[in-house]
């Protein structure tokens, strides 16, 4: 029964997170949802640094600094930072989070696991390939983006 | 003289940035500073992360996670966010850099500098050592915080 209420407690900290069992959460809720907004909004820079790439002058080295960050921060447990007590916390500014992020936590994981495949192959493709490949993975990092945009974000 | 102006005008673009020649330059004044405080916030938040797990029950997945978010965001051109024009513009909050960040561009690049130079020995140190290693390696992490802030952030 303890073992059930602590796989339980678990659980309840791991929306969209593969792997955090056992892994420290740190910050009371308003930290958890700057830190995600700060996050989000990193990915945002880091989009839009190679979307400017890809329609203007190619700069290898800054598509891959980008894609970096992009994979570093797809596998880095945000899910983490959407735990219980976040759903309408203010962070910079009130959560955009819909309430069914909370809810629907295999739609959240399967969504995030999505963007973290393509975020990956993104980085490898920028890494070694050029600008039209990268413009093609960027497209369906976008969509993965969008994915779950449209799901879990409040439209604004 | 064209050139020359151009020079100068892609130096001027280069605060902090040891490669940023040619690169795409995003967004307005108030986009970049919400860039930059969202990875300095990015980078809080994995810093967080980390102490928690050195000064606690370790988890090497997650310590890797933070730690390469981090060696993503010190190679990730930060200082291309700095560009004239954000001197006291506000993003998620007023800025919080000293005039002297954009004065003192050797500083700058050398305090930045120092800061990958340990965020990369650490990412190398998370994915291959053990708790002990990289509580060492993160003291050097958070020592270059230090001194970059000492520096270039108005005391809060």
């Not at 640094?49 to 190619?58: F, L």
Request: net charge positive.
């Amino acid at each position: 029964m303890q073992l059930k209420k602590i796989m339980l407690a678990t659980c309840a900290f791991s929306v969209l997170a593969v792997s955090a069992a056992h892994s420290q959460t740190i910050g009371k809720a308003e930290d958890q949802v700057r830190w995600r907004q700060s996050a989000f909004s990193t990915m945002g820079w880091s989009m839009g640094r190679i979307k400017a790439n890809v329609s203007g002058t190619y700069n290898k080295e800054q598509v891959t600094q980008a894609a970096n960050t992009l994979q570093a921060l797809a596998n880095s447990d945000i899910g983490s930072l959407f735990a219980p007590g976040t759903e309408s916390a203010k962070g910079w500014k009130k959560t955009e989070v819909k309430p069914a992020l909370f809810t629907d936590k295999e739609g959240a994981n399967k969504a995030w696991a999505s963007f973290a495949k393509e975020a990956d192959e993104l980085a490898k493709v920028a890494a070694a390939s050029d600008a039209a490949a990268v413009k093609t993975q960027f497209g369906k990092v976008g969509q993965a983006c969008k994915g779950c945009h449209d799901k879990f974000r409040v439209e604004h």
